[in-house]
């Protein structure tokens, strides 16, 4: 696996894109404190742009990953070595790649403007390993469109379309739901919503540690006295490793049966 | 002022004014004996030492001076330490020690009613229930005192500065902090305040009841429990004041109530939950005021009609303008949004394209609170963006038609 891992690795650095991406996130982060010399308001606009694109490049890159190595993985598969280990090592290399690029693209100008003595360097760690969450997760749930797509444009159309459910339509329903049972206590309601989708924990994780929790209230209360806590990061971290952990699991069941 | 400096002219040169020092080891040990002794005109010396003292009588033309600081320590006793009824007097270099609470009594450090012509200066205080209180009052200077309170609960705290009927009074270079109310005034008319620091206190560092034709400003109010309230009262001009960190679930900058006819220009909100809570207040105008970084800048929650908002700086708030109406009465003109995001193609500084204050998001978050929790989702800023478009839910004639490119001076 870890010559598969290696190799995926390589193969991706040799490639054009996550140099793009990386350069991406590093030009960002240098103009953000470039521009606002507000540590905080920095952090806040770089959470804006990773809770939404983070996701929507893990799905991209990992299904157009997928379907453009196919053939070498056809050529793999031929070979005595377990399938788990084949998709596995792809799919940690892809996913390792994309946080290498995200936390040195974000990292070193954070480092270069002399940050690390700021408190901030909490809210931006945090901001770092919710970064990398994102990218496994939905890397993970692109690998699983893949696998059981063999058409590459329906895979595609597919993958765009689960990155939008969680980042719009999610929402949206939620809102809505929000707003008809206006009349009830939503409290817990609202809790579990933000447990169950990757993007809203992430973004609610980190608004909550800038202090944004004053803003929302009564719902703030309620969320700051889960999430504020050691318990309630816990319990989040944990949610968000459920995110991996279950789309590994079917993709592995899935590779059993799978006819390639 | 006028009388005052008259009147202390006349104490200095009257021919048969005494000075009575009081020490330790003077023949006049305490405070009281030597007000006793004293007749109008007279000078009172307290030299540094510690006190133990309450309810000193003063009704007398006289001056009270402490030399180095002498401590006057109330013992935690439920009664006044200095109660005044006179005119022409003059307290000042004492520190106040432990009044006790009272849960039916206004006490304080220093009690003055209805007394005219007086000045309370320099003078500090800890752990007080009341530090100054002035009941029917006129002509009066409260200047360069410092309170410091420990105050834990609403209820059995008191006030820094409490005023109630009073009229002509000036309170500047002040600093209030760990009381109820920082400074509070019910039924005061015609009064300064300026220059004061209000900080850390559990309810409002500034309260405003039922007090016409005043005038605040170059004030700082700093970590309040719930800010800053003005209501019920009329012609008051609020300027160059510094509201910051009135941050929490309760928490305003400003919460104005009933406020007619007012004039809030050159403040500075920063980092407030709501910067200004605006609720059944007309004919205001707002001008040259700083909002960076609040929750809401300004948030209308009642009929409001008639109020003027020009060359305001709304910079990084997380809602500009919070609209509780489809209906708009006020006027917005001229002011820098960071969020605009029109062009100038002429160059003359003013926007070409109107700019829309009130998001549709604020608008939902006004009939369902609970959905704040999506702030900053995608979402929201698609269905923002399409408001923006075609306003349905937001007043169409909310808007500002000429809003500047650069933020103004600070």
Same mark, same amino acid.
């Given at each position: ?260 | ?77 439920? !009664? ?38 007086? +000045? ?121 004041? +510094? ?14 109530? !009933? ?5 809030? +220009? ?72 960071? !969020? ?29 609170? !609970? ?22 839910? +937001? ?16």
């Amino acid at each position: 696996m870890l010559k598969i891992l290696k190799y995926s690795i390589y193969d991706l650095l040799r490639s054009r894109w996550s140099y793009v991406y990386f350069i991406f996130y590093l030009m960002l982060s240098f103009s953000l404190f470039f521009l606002n010399s507000d540590i905080d308001k920095a952090i806040i606009t770089l959470m804006n742009v990773i809770v939404v694109l983070t996701p929507l490049i893990g799905t991209i890159f990992g299904v157009m990953y997928y379907y453009s190595s196919k053939e070498f993985t056809e050529l793999l598969l031929a070979q005595p070595i377990k399938r788990s280990k084949i998709f596995m090592g792809q799919y940690i290399g892809i996913s390792l790649s994309l946080t290498l690029s995200l936390v040195l693209g974000v990292g070193i100008p954070f480092v270069i403007y002399g940050l690390f003595k700021s408190a901030a360097v909490f809210d931006f760690t945090l901001l770092l390993v919710v970064g990398a969450f994102l990218n496994f997760i939905f890397v993970a749930l692109a690998y699983n469109i893949a696998l059981s797509i063999n058409n590459k444009i329906k895979g595609f159309g597919y993958a765009i379309l689960m990155w939008l459910t969680f980042a719009v339509i999610y929402d949206a329903v939620f809102m809505g739901l929000l707003i008809h049972y206006n009349d009830y206590p939503l409290d817990k309601f609202t809790l579990i919503a933000t447990m169950l989708n990757p993007i809203d924990l992430s973004r609610i994780l980190i608004l909550l540690k800038l202090d944004a929790s004053a803003l929302l209230g009564y719902t703030g209360a309620f969320l700051q006295s889960f999430y504020g806590t050691n318990m309630g990061l816990i319990v989040s971290l944990s949610a968000l490793s459920m995110w991996i952990v279950l789309p590994i699991l079917r993709m592995s069941s899935k590779l059993k049966k799978k006819d390639f | 002022m006028k009388y005052l400096f008259l009147v202390f002219l006349t104490i200095q040169f009257s021919a048969n004014a005494r000075t009575i020092v009081v020490c330790k080891s003077c023949s006049i040990k305490t405070i009281k004996k030597a007000v006793s002794l004293a007749s109008d005109g007279d000078k009172i010396l307290v030299k540094k030492g510690y006190y133990k003292e309450t309810n000193i009588q003063v009704s007398k033309m006289i001056q009270i001076i402490g030399e180095s600081s002498p401590t006057i320590d109330g013992m935690n006793k439920t !009664e006044s330490i200095f109660a005044v009824k006179a005119t022409n007097f003059l307290i000042s270099g004492f520190l106040f020690k432990n009044v006790g609470v009272s849960y039916t009594k206004e006490i304080a450090a220093i009690f003055i009613s209805k007394s005219r012509n007086f +000045t309370v200066k320099s003078n500090s205080f800890s752990n007080v229930f009341f530090a100054i209180i002035l009941q029917d009052c006129k002509f009066g200077v409260l200047l360069s005192n410092k309170i410091k309170g420990t105050a834990k609960s609403e209820s059995s705290s008191g006030n820094g500065f409490h005023l109630w009927k009073c009229a002509n009074i000036r309170i500047e270079k002040n600093t209030v902090s760990g009381m109820r109310d920082g400074i509070y005034l019910e039924f005061v008319n015609k009064s300064h305040i300026s220059n004061n620091t209000s900080l850390n206190n559990i309810r409002y560092g500034l309260h405003f009841m039922f007090s016409n034709n005043n005038e605040y400003h170059h004030n700082e109010f700093k970590q309040n429990g719930a800010g800053v309230a003005v209501m019920f009262s009329k012609f008051i001009k609020m300027h160059h004041n +510094t509201f910051h960190f009135n941050w929490g679930a309760a928490s305003y900058g400003l919460l104005l109530k !009933e406020i007619n006819d007012a004039e809030i +220009t050159d403040n500075y909100f920063e980092q407030n939950t709501i910067g200004i809570n605006i609720d059944g207040c007309n004919r205001i105008t707002y001008s040259n005021n700083h909002f960076i970084r609040n929750g809401w800048a300004i948030k209308f929650t009642g009929g409001c009609y008639a109020n003027l908002f020009e060359y305001n700086n709304f910079q990084h708030n997380a809602f500009d303008l919070s609209y509780n109406s489809r209906l708009n009465d006020n006027k917005f003109e001229a002011n820098y949004w960071s !969020e605009y995001s029109g062009y100038d193609i002429d160059k003359d500084g003013i926007g070409d394209v109107p700019h829309r204050p009130v998001k549709l998001f604020s608008y939902i978050v006004n009939q369902t609170p !609970e959905t704040l929790v999506l702030l900053r989702s995608l979402f929201v800023d698609i269905i923002n963006f399409s408001e923006k478009v075609s306003p349905v839910f +937001t007043p169409d004639n909310l808007i500002d038609a000429r809003p500047i490119m650069k933020p103004i001076n600070q």
